[in-house]
């Protein structure tokens, strides 16, 4: 069961994450806050899965609360620390970064419709990362100008023909299934390249290897207007 904690400082919208969260067969909500100061106390009590957190007007105060969530004394801990979804008001590429780089894993705009909300929770749970679509492309044009790569020097000869295949794909933002119908595999398949891929480079997650095929060269930026983007 997928235990989540919900942050936002809006008693209605509260009431609406969690009426909507909870008729999910696999999801609980163990929790509401409407602080931050709340939030750290509550997932230190709970520990929740994932934490489902509305960025503030005042968008410091939400770094604040993602790093609380990240970096507390008993998050640090052997207990996993709840995975971190901030919902925002605006496609701010300069605050989704900040929050991932605050320690946020999923970034999703507060209008996202309830199902994309509900898959961003479970990719989270699953250990992935989800990204507003229409962030993706601004998000990897940021990180390559201003991050250092995160993943472990690996050069692509590494990788197999077909595997450089499936992380092209994976950089463009395709699902598992666009990837599974354009390469004509199963899905499974497709979940055994991402896994080896992943393994290989030594990524986290899919975010990660997104950033491993541009500074690679396996991907060159293209203009942003052509770029169409999915769920990572």
Known sequence: MI????VDDQALRRLGHRLHLESQPDVTVVGEAATSQEAISLAAQLRPTVAVLSAHQDFTDSLGAIRGLTTSEEAASSR???RILLLATTADHAQACAALAAGAD???LHDALPE???AAV?????GHA????VLTRALIDTVLQYAPTSVQNCEL??????????????ATGASNFEIADHLSIARTTVKCHVSSILTKIGARDRVQAVIFAYETGLVRPTPRHLVGADHP
């Open 3 to 6: 235990t989540v904690l919900v």
């Open 80 to 82: 996993p620390r709840p």
């Open 106 to 108: 999923g970034f999703l």
């Open 116 to 118: 994309e909300l509900t």
């Open 122 to 126: 479970r990719a989270l749970a699953a």
């Open 130 to 133: 989800m990204i507003s679509p």
């Open 157 to 170: 000869g590494t990788l197999t023909a077909r595997e450089r295949e499936v992380l092209t794909a994976v």
